[in-house]
């Protein structure tokens, strides 16, 4: 059966919320998961490198180079509770990212989709970032697969972050009908911010789905340490047509600097897609979209 509507909830952590363990962090979660589900959702989506927040209380020493192994020796029981916590509060939870080990040693940006029913889909980001190929940062392994699942009747993908930005991942996607695409993100500068969303609202337009996206906000204080800002926002966006209100987008927050966010700010976005709008636009009542169009037919002539 498919779904004609779906509420979500985008949290846009605040990194400068302080923690004494992980503790603390499960119940600001579980927080989150009653102003969810008291707004109606049936999703929570959670930001790109949601374990960055478990920095506040990770060893003042830890090198750079060690914060992934740090943060993915943490992630299997943490990731464990988040499971049990959508089973018993009813509802899917998109748990950002968490670094985790693979089976040949090496660590993944890995998303966690849990639904209520036990379910659980898992997607690595496909696109590193110059800081997830460093040595002595955040060494990471590029994803290789993108899933398209279906949950509650609807064809869902995750691109994290820097996925969004490649067109050729909205060509990969197009003939798959999909509904829904989540978009856990984490940015440190404006510029990163625009880059992220204002590609994901392109995205949109060009498989004709909604797309979601969201990020942390503010930085983490390690000790005597002040982490780097955090910039970003929620939004969800859908293909820019009349039935759907002309501009594409479904709902927004306004975008936080990491150096200008307060200490109380922890936003919520509750909006709702209209996904069987949207699947009708799909089959033929879009203004002018002609599908999944690929250019496979294209040549490309160069002069000069």
């Known amino acids: 059966m498919q779904t004609e509507t779906l509420n979500i909830a985008l ?26 589900k008291e707004g109606g959702a049936e999703l929570l989506i959670l930001p790109e490198y949601a374990s960055e927040h478990w920095m506040g209380f990770a060893p003042e020493t830890l090198a750079p180079s060690d914060e992934i192994a740090w943060m993915a020796a943490k992630s299997a029981g943490v990731l464990a509770v988040l499971q049990g916590l959508s089973s018993e509060n009813d509802i899917a939870i998109l748990a950002g990212t968490i670094p985790v ?29 110059p800081n997830e190929q460093d040595e002595d940062a955040w060494l990471l392994e590029p994803g290789s ?11 869902v993908a995750i691109l994290t972050c820097l996925d969004i930005e490649m067109p050729a991942l909205s060509v990969l996607l197009a003939p798959h009908d999909v509904d829904l695409i989540l978009v856990p993100s984490m940015t440190t500068r404006l510029a990163g911010y625009h880059r992220v969303f204002d590609c994901a609202k392109a995205r949109a337009i060009e498989p004709q789905a909604a797309v979601a996206v969201v990020g942390p906000v503010g930085n983490v204080e390690q ?22 209100g002309h501009n594409g987008i479904a709902g927004s927050t306004e975008v936080s600097q990491g150096h200008d966010v307060s200490d109380l700010k922890d936003e919520l976005l509750l909006a709702t897609i209209p996904c069987q709008k949207i699947r009708d636009l ?4 879009a203004e002018v979209w002609p599908g999944g169009w690929s250019a496979d037919h294209i040549t490309i002539k160069t002069q000069g």
């Open 11 to 36: 949290w846009s952590i605040n990194f400068r919320r302080k923690l004494s363990n992980l503790g603390d962090w499960l119940a600001l979660v579980e927080q989150q998961i009653a102003n969810a």
């Open 101 to 129: 080990a693979g089976v040949s040693g090496q660590y993944h940006n890995r998303a966690h989709f849990f639904t209520p029913d036990g379910a659980v889909v898992v997607q690595d980001k496909l696109c590193l970032t």
């Open 145 to 155: 697969e993108l899933n398209v699942f279906t949950w509650r009747g609807l064809n």
């Open 223 to 244: 000790g005597e340490v002040v982490r780097g800002d955090n910039t970003s926002a929620s939004a969800l966006y859908l293909p820019c047509e009349e039935s759907l």
């Open 282 to 285: 799909r089959q033929g009542l």
